[in-house]
């Protein structure tokens, strides 16, 4: 269940769903996802489903996966990226894969300490983890040409928005006043921002501050 084949498999499950993109792709084949969850899942690791990774969290589905990264990508070569909720480490080293730098910051201690723990092992010298306050993005780090957000925000965090590269995206989870969650793209065009309201999906929410 945790070997190239399996996660093979996986992948042909996502380009019959339609992702194309073969970088993204690359990085679902390459990317050891069992390693990311308990071992009592193990087995379930490259179902196409999100898995509890505690502290009422989770480890997005690969489709959701797959298609926020698509979407980041779309049409750009990619640069430096910031990833807003680093969780278990998976969708960081994914990103790391692909982008050449890779900022990840997870606001909840011992789950950047596990993140740290599961990525030890893979020695992706691109990628730097922060604990911190991912609603106020990584001024010191800024700007990114890429932001993608794992939680669910009411609107777009106006501290990320302005650590968007010029010409930069951001592919976030928005909830929708009339209920309900919708991926939405946000695109820096000078001074001015442009979303775009995309699929319907199901995030844990976006909270601020560290614990």
């Not at 339609?18 to 193990?42: C, Q, T």
């Not at 680093?86 to 894969?97: D, E, I, M, R």
Request: proline share 7%; with cysteine.
């Amino acid at each position: 269940m945790t070997s190239a084949r399996t996660r093979a498999r996986m992948v042909a499950r996502l380009r019959a769903r339609g992702i194309g993109d073969e970088r993204v792709l690359a990085a679902m084949a390459a990317v050891p996802r069992h390693l990311f969850v308990d071992s009592a899942l193990a087995s379930r690791a490259y179902e196409d489903s999100a898995l509890p990774i505690g502290f009422s969290q989770t480890i997005s589905q690969p489709f959701v996966v797959a298609r926020m990264l698509e979407l980041l990508l779309e049409n750009t070569t990619p640069g430096k990226v910031l990833e807003v909720g680093t969780g278990c480490g998976y969708q960081a080293a994914v990103l790391a894969s692909i982008f050449p730098e890779v900022y990840s910051i997870e606001r909840i201690k011992a789950l950047h300490e596990r993140s740290r723990a599961n990525l030890r092992a893979l020695r992706l010298a691109n990628l730097r983890l922060v604990h911190g306050d991912g609603c106020g993005g990584l001024e010191p780090a800024a700007p990114f040409q890429s932001i993608i957000v794992a939680a669910a925000a009411p609107r777009v965090p106006q501290a990320l928005a302005r650590q968007l590269a010029p010409d930069g995206r951001m592919i976030l989870p928005l909830a929708q006043p009339a209920g309900g969650q919708r991926l939405v793209r946000l695109e820096r065009r000078g001074r001015s921002y442009q979303e775009t309201e995309l699929d319907p999906v199901h995030f844990v929410p976006l909270e601020a501050g560290k614990s």
